[in-house]
Structure formats: C-alpha cells, structure tokens
C-alpha cells in the first residue's frame, strides 16, 4: 500500500508496537508472535498482522517475527531511526519535566530549546539547556531548523503560541495545553491531557456517592 | 442504548466534547452546533450526533446543543459531576507536576495522596500533601477508599506497584511509565507517553537528513 494511504489510526498503533518491541528485546526476547504482541497491547494478533502488512512482509507464517528487524523497520517507517530536535515552550512544571525526562533519547528526540516569558527564568538552565526569553523563540527555531515542539504554556496563550511556532516552520505540536488549538492542513498536532483519560475511566467506575 | 454497550472509543470521544463544551462557555457562548463543535474538535458534525445520540436527547433539530445543558449531562454520564480522589504513586519530576496541577480540580479529581520510596522525599509535602512510603500504601489507599491512580513510576517498577494498586482496590490507572502493564479484567488502564505522540507525527515529517 502506498504510504500516504495508509489510514491514520493505522500509523497511531505503530508506535506502541516500537515500545513493546523494544521492551521484549531488552528482556532478551529476539522472536515474537503476533499473538504475543497482541495479548501485551491488547490488541489483536489479526489486527497486528494486518497493520503491518500494509507495509511490507515482516514475519513468515508459523514463526513469528523477528523482534530486531521488525524494531529496524518500524524506527524507520517512523523515521526515529535519527534524532530530531524538539523545543519546550512553557517552562512550568511541565515543561521543566519534559527538559529534564531521560526517555526521550532513544526514541528518536532530543530537547534542544526551552523557552519562556517569566524573566525569572530566563538565563536558566535545566538539563544543560539555556531558558530562552519567548521573544527569541522564532529566531531560535528557524535557526536550529526545528520542527517539533512541546507546547506547556497556560490555555489562554496556546493558540497564539501555536500561530507563531507554525509560522517559525514548526510542524508537529505535542500540545500539554488543554484546549484545542487550530493549524494550517500541513502541521500536526497531538494531545496530552490526563483529566480526558481520568474522565474516560471515570466513566466505567463506581461512584461510591450513587 | 443501554450504557453498557456504548463503544469504548465513543466514551473516549466524550471527554474531549465535554472539554470543548466548558472552553466555549468560559468564552461566554450558551448554543453550539454539532458543526461547530466538531471543526474545533477535528470530528465531522455526524459522528457528534450520533455519538451524542447514544446518550439521549441533548439538542434540537436546527437550534444546536444548549452548552450548560449538555455539559452538565455530560458530566453526569462521565461520573465528574463529583470530585474523585486520585494518588499519585511515584514523587518525581512527573509526579511533582501532577500533584502540583492545577487543572483537575474543575474536572473532577484532587489529588490527595502522593507516594515514594526515596527515603530523602517521604515526610515532605507538595501542594500540602505530604509524601508518604511506599511501604503505606496499601494501607492509606483503603483508608481513603481510593479507586483511581496516576503511576509515575520507573519502567522496572511499574508492574509490581500496578500489582499492589489493584491489591489495595485501586480500579483505574493512568500510566506514565512507557511501558504496558497487566491488569485484571476489572481494572481500567490509560497511557501517557509522549514518545508515542512524538513518534506518531514524525511519520509524517520530512527528514531533513533523508
């Protein structure tokens, strides 16, 4: 299947199926089944199979697949078999945490730019990286050539955040904000808003109050 | 339809309306359209409907949705027309963020207790809750009668505390630690990994290296 036809939930899935990859590599695991994959996600061998045919042939019937090359082809679907750089914009303690989270190096990014408006912490460094004032933040991005930003700044600045990081060419927007933000049909952006996925559990749970 | 059978992905969507809803009532608008709704949303105005559909009778033909209406609805369905109790288990720069949040009260969580193993953070306290062991938890979670976690915890101790979190009657978890964790069938898991996001929208990027 041609690559840009490949459904969008479809591509959503190909990340989690890294992360369990390379987890079961690093537990010394070199060949999967796709019923084993499926029963640690919670998905279904079938649909496995059929996600990853829709990019080629990656395991033989019968043998499962095997577990380095299946990781070699995903971080390169991906396009995480290289580093790129990533901005935090918004300083506060979420982005203070993102600067300094160790996780983000072997899957493919690496914080290079912080920025924020609170003088304060202007000049300051977190992880090795200088705080930035938010005024230099276009400059600073097109001359690092970044495409992918953290947004981590309160609600009321999110979108006019975003029109800026958009035109500054910015074109991936992990957005900690929790409100919708509207961009340009060529950047993309995703959510991180855990009140969403506690109201979704909520949801199934006793209110011990009924 | 009885609510026992609604899809999982609806439930999922609804948080987000419920979201949106409150975003345009703080911008003083008291009617939305399943259109208008669904353009901020990125959802096409059908899905909404039908979605919303499932639920009951929330808006009239050609009028759209009464906003306080279908909020307050809204919240009763997802259970946060009350406040929940949530733990946080695992005080590190993650956890730290999320006891310090400000963005849950209004959607119905406060946090109330904070665990950790790090000897050097027990008996300190964050947004006036004071870190307690590990070593308690199973205790103070029954006590408290708390059903909902966030896990901050490293990778390597991620199942082990899941395991004693479901012992101690916990019924939701939302993990931060970027791996899967089993749960018995009872026990609803949600995932913050922001790799994940991060890897989902570099499929999409130009490498500037390729």
Excluded at 20 to 35: D, H, I, N, R
Excluded at 81 to 95: E, P
Excluded at 132 to 140: C, G, H, L, P, V
Aim: charged residues 20%.
């Amino acid at each position: 299947m041609p690559l840009e036809n490949i459904p969008d939930i479809v591509v959503g899935r190909l990340p989690r199926y890294l992360r369990t990859l390379t987890y079961l590599e690093s537990q010394g695991k070199t060949v999967v089944s796709s019923q084993e994959l499926g029963d640690d996600l919670g998905i279904s061998a079938a649909q496995i199979r059929k996600d990853l045919s829709m990019f080629g042939e990656f395991g033989k019937q019968g043998t499962g697949y095997d577990i380095a090359f299946l990781r070699k082809q995903l971080r390169k679907i991906l396009k995480v078999n290289r580093t790129w750089d990533v901005a935090v914009v918004g300083v506060g303690d979420i982005g203070s945490a993102l600067a300094r989270y160790q996780g983000f190096a072997h899957r493919g990014f690496q914080v290079r730019l912080l920025f924020d408006n609170n003088p304060s912490k202007i000049g300051h460094s977190i992880s090795g990286i200088t705080i930035q004032s938010i005024d230099e933040m276009e400059t600073a991005l097109k001359e690092a050539g970044i495409q992918i930003a953290m947004l981590a700044v309160p609600i009321q600045a999110a979108q006019e955040i975003t029109d800026r990081l958009v035109e500054a060419g910015v074109k991936a927007i992990l957005n900690y904000a929790p409100i919708n933000i509207s961009v340009p049909p060529h950047v993309h952006v995703q959510y991180i808003d855990p009140a969403i996925h506690l109201q979704h559990m909520t949801y199934y749970l006793e209110s011990p109050e009924d």
